[in-house]
């Protein structure tokens, strides 16, 4: 899966949780969650939950506290699906 890919496939799971429509808009791999999107800490729990339930992955405690971007997730989620 290439990065266009995988960042078609976060958008939805990001979208019910964003605060700044804009940023959203203009999602790239280096937008942040909390800075950016406006979406606090509880929400980035959910989405983390929505990301292991779409790829089908189990994301750990350090996997989830260093998820704080749209990139580390996408690493993350890499790694994840590959090993």
């Known amino acids: ?24 808009k203009n999602l790239t791999e280096d937008t942040d969650f909390v800075n950016d999107l406006k979406i606090n800490s509880a929400n980035l729990v959910d989405i983390i ?7 089908d992955i189990r994301l750990e405690n350090e996997d989830m506290e260093q998820m704080l971007d749209v990139k580390s997730a996408m690493n993350i989620v890499t790694q994840k699906l590959q090993g």
Do not use: G, R, T, V
């Not at 605060?19 to 959203?24: A, K, L, P």
């Open 49 to 55: 939950l929505d990301i292991e339930d779409a790829f």
């Open 1 to 24: 899966m290439n990065k266009e890919e995988l960042i078609a496939k976060l958008k939805p799971i990001i979208a019910p949780y964003i605060q700044d429509e804009e940023s959203f």
